[in-house]
């Protein structure tokens, strides 16, 4: 049995990205002094019911995001991350403004110096006040934190309470469970740890990797989807068993529905997306995320969707993971996708912003340089 530990330690976010010295593992939290300005200009939130309006996910729900390496799994669910806690909710079609919440991000394959290069990428564009992200990252962990275990998820769902925190990200699922991902059984245990800390009032949102990548003959790689993702079959199965949802079988998309099929706003007809809603009418559920399908299965409407959501997010400057958010679609499908229009001559050549980032505009609507 796991030995009884300590609670771990949890570091602001901002207090990494600026550069404070962080105190090392053993030692003890030194005192945290708070400008008078800051706290007079910060708006501090009531406590909050347990019901948060989240878009994509809701108070209560656990998610997954799921996808081959280097798919943008990571910077997504940072970015709702930095949109929740900033009160910008993600939704399908739009950023809805929201009340600011606290979030918790789990980093456990990264040091303190990556987790703050990650998190810069996020916290600065949505100017999220100091106290409302908060990182555990590997630097600040006395030991791997198992969910599959009552002890560490009792723990975590006690922080949750204690801090009001309304949504948990956790990067990735794989680095916080010592279960034998093909054992229904196991991935049971962790997708009751998972739910026991939904049940403290807050959403999880986990990453989770794919198989390698299998090809098919003449060397290109079959569809994504969720019968890619390692332990697939154990894992939907604890989900169906614990949520108590009915599983509707695989879309012509190549993923696997469970409940009922969400149908996209604006929308008479269910659309082939790469969110898939699993829901029942008296529990939460779970979002499977596959990354984008083959060329000929994406939608006939995705072209124009783009361009909506460009419009929507003012037309210019705008980089291919903030397209994503907006439509609930993965960064490298929108990535794919805003390329095809620029072949398509219905954007103009994209530029780069800072780093490496492309920026993308409506024609006309280019940023003066």
């Known amino acids: 049995m796991k030995a009884q530990s300590a609670p771990p330690d949890f570091f602001d976010g901002t207090e990494e990205i600026e550069g404070a010295p962080m105190p090392e593992a053993q030692s003890p939290t030194p005192l945290q002094f708070e400008d008078a300005w800051e706290l007079i200009q910060r708006e501090i939130p009531a406590p909050l019911a347990l019901a948060h309006p989240a878009g994509l996910l809701d108070c209560g729900e656990l998610g997954l995001i799921v996808g081959?390496?280097?798919?943008?799994?990571?910077?997504?669910?940072?970015?709702?991350?930095?949109?929740?806690?900033?009160?910008?909710v993600c939704a399908p079609l739009r950023i809805v403004e929201q009340e600011p919440v606290p979030v918790l991000v789990i980093l456990p394959e990264y040091n303190a110096f990556?987790?703050?290069?990650?998190?810069?990428?996020?916290?600065?564009?949505?100017?999220v006040r100091p106290g409302l992200l908060q990182v555990l990252h590997r630097d600040c962990m006395r030991e791997s934190i198992n969910l599959a275990g009552y002890h560490d998820a009792e723990q975590l769902a006690d922080r949750v309470r204690k801090d009001g925190i309304r949504l948990v990200v956790l990067d990735s699922l794989s680095e916080m469970h010592d279960c034998e991902e093909n054992d229904r059984g196991s991935m049971r245990q962790l997708v009751q740890g998972l739910r026991h800390v939904t049940e403290a009032g807050c959403a999880v949102l986990a990453t989770h990797h794919e198989r390698?990548?299998?090809?098919?003959?003449?060397?290109?790689?079959?569809?994504?989807?969720?019968?890619?993702v390692r332990g697939s079959t154990a894992l939907t199965g604890a989900v169906a068993s614990v949520l108590a949802c009915h599983c509707e079988g695989w879309s012509k998309e190549g993923e696997l529905l469970f409940g009922a099929t969400w149908t996209k706003a604006n929308h008479a007809t269910p659309e082939p997306r790469a969110f898939r809603f699993a829901m029942s009418k008296d529990r939460p559920g779970v979002i499977f995320y596959t990354g984008p399908a083959s060329t000929g299965g994406r939608p006939a409407r995705q072209g124009a969707d783009l361009l909506v959501a460009l419009e929507q997010l003012g037309g210019k400057d705008v980089?291919?993971?903030?397209?994503?958010?907006?439509?609930?679609?993965?960064?490298?499908?929108?990535?794919?996708?805003?390329?095809?229009?620029?072949?398509?001559?219905?954007?103009?050549?994209?530029?780069?912003?800072?780093?490496?980032?492309r920026l993308?505009?409506?024609p006309g609507k280019e940023s003066e340089r």
């Not at 280097?70 to 009160?87: E, P, Q």
């Not at 990556?114 to 100017?127: D, F, I, Q, T």
């Not at 299998?214 to 994504?224: F, I, L, M, N, T």
């Open 319 to 357: 980089e291919a993971w903030q397209v994503a958010l907006h439509l609930g679609i993965g960064t490298r499908a929108a990535r794919d996708e805003l390329q095809t229009l620029h072949h398509r001559g219905l954007l103009p050549p994209s530029r780069h912003g800072k780093g490496n980032s």
């Open 212 to 228: 390698k990548p299998k090809a098919s003959y003449g060397g290109a790689r079959r569809r994504p989807s969720l019968a890619d």
């Open 114 to 127: 990556r987790a703050r290069e990650r998190l810069r990428a996020v916290h600065e564009p949505y100017g």
């Open 360 to 362: 993308w505009s409506l």
């Open 68 to 88: 081959n390496p280097a798919s943008g799994k990571t910077l997504f669910a940072l970015n709702f991350a930095a949109a929740t806690a900033a009160g910008k």
